[in-house]
């Protein structure tokens, strides 16, 4: 069997794979998406005393504004994941999760983290596919907006959400010298790629939440770390992050790349 042989039997088999779930891949990618939101909401609720002391002691911005603090992103974030869930008021949701993201990665120094901060991109870029997927073509905030050519505004969002998904996944190549870690790191560069320009995308994104869902498994398995442990939460604050991650995959791999893509420019050709 060729090459292209092998691509159209695994495009075959992830048409089928989409088939069988069209009714609740959308459900489920939402749900993914905002995992990391709705952990940090019920967080702040049962660690809000040394959320607060932690942000009073670093920007000693006193108690007031550092309650306040940790109640706008309980209630913000709760709040907005509740919105998406019921699937109401969803572009207000998406705006306040963006900027509870803004927020935190002031307020957490994230800013001069390379990896926490591609991170938090990529959960922005999830976030920009939910938006783009709740915007209807014919009515929306950007409605007076002149149109480029024949691409609306959502498929623009649905461009920059793919592009920003795959800073996740920089920041899980090893540049190593071992022979597996080339391999591992030349076929996720390859599919990263992919995704972003939208070439195979429903199979590229598929093979990424599938490898991604692996890793998160095997590397952030908080569960097996004790509660009291500082790992625990460094874990499971990845393990959901990355969980959003591929909700934003499951959201391309359910809509497709958009009509800023290759795949939608084939079909000119």
């Not at 749900?31 to 005393?49: A, K, N, V």
């Not at 959320?51 to 974030?77: H, K, M, P």
């Not at 939440?209 to 398995?221: E, S, T």
Request: with cysteine; charged share 15%.
């Amino acid at each position: 069997m060729g090459q292209e042989d092998m691509i159209s039997a695994a495009e075959d088999v992830a048409d089928q794979f989409l088939r069988v779930t069209k009714q609740y891949l959308p459900h489920l990618a939402r749900l993914c998406l905002i995992s990391t939101f709705l952990e940090d909401g019920i967080r702040m609720w049962f660690q809000w005393s040394e959320q607060r002391d932690y942000i009073e002691a670093t920007w000693s911005c006193g108690y007031f504004l550092a309650t306040c603090f940790v109640l706008l992103n309980l209630i913000g974030q709760i709040g907005g994941c509740v919105l998406v869930l019921g699937r109401t008021f969803v572009q207000y949701a998406c705006f306040g999760l963006f900027g509870i993201i803004a927020l935190q990665t002031v307020a957490y120094s994230i800013l001069w983290d390379v990896k926490f901060l591609m991170r938090n991109l990529a959960l922005g870029g999830g976030l920009l596919l939910l938006l783009a997927e709740s915007r209807s073509e014919g009515k929306s905030m950007f409605a007076g907006v002149p149109s480029m050519g024949e691409s609306s505004p959502k498929q623009y969002m649905q461009l920059g959400g793919r592009v920003l998904l795959v800073l996740m996944f920089m920041t899980l190549l090893h540049f190593d010298s071992s022979f597996f870690s080339i391999l591992q790191d030349m076929v996720g560069m390859a599919l990263i790629i992919l995704v972003a320009i939208g070439f195979k995308t429903k199979l590229a994104a598929l093979t990424l939440v599938v490898w991604l869902l692996a890793i998160n498994i095997y590397f952030n398995a908080f569960w097996t770390v004790p509660a009291y442990k500082p790992m625990h939460d460094f874990l499971k604050y990845d393990f959901f992050q990355t969980t959003s991650v591929i909700g934003g995959l499951l959201l391309v791999v359910a809509l497709g790349p958009g009509g800023v893509s290759m795949d939608e420019k084939k079909k000119e050709w």
